[in-house]
Nanobody, 113 residues
Framework: QVQFVESGGGLVQPGGSLTLTCAAS??????MGWYRQDPGKEREVVAS???????SYVDFVKGRFTISRDNDKNMLYLQMSSLKPEDTAVYYC?????????WGQGTQVTVSS
């Protein structure tokens, strides 16, 4: 089963930027996504990308987040800009629909002044 390792999170001021990186242990052909999880809530998809890089975003990140992938390197990325305090969450990558045994530890994004 493929395993994912997320990185790139951190503390950033409102209006700042971060780029999240997801490294997969094997080929990640198919639809991939970035998910976020707030404490006590279910994980939700914020961005998705097909094998051929067609992308989709939830409304509250459109125009601010950009998902991309490198199929040769088994990598997934999320460029985050104009960050808001409400973007604070743990971010995960996984297939869509998710492979339940493949969840990584996620990377914490905290937007605060």
């Amino acid at each position: 089963q493929v395993q994912f390792v997320e990185s790139g999170g951190g503390l950033v001021q409102p209006g700042g930027s971060l780029t999240l990186t997801c490294a997969a242990s094997e080929s990640i052909l198919g639809v991939m996504g970035w998910y976020r999880q707030d404490p006590g809530k279910e994980r939700e998809v914020v961005a998705s990308i097909t094998t051929r890089s067609f992308t989709s975003y939830v409304d509250f990140v459109k125009g601010r987040f950009t998902i991309s992938r490198d199929n040769d390197k088994n990598m997934l990325y999320l460029q985050m800009s104009s960050l808001k305090p409400e973007d604070t969450a743990v971010y995960y990558c996984n297939k869509i629909p998710p492979a339940r045994s493949s969840w990584g530890q996620g990377t914490q994004v905290t937007v605060s002044s």
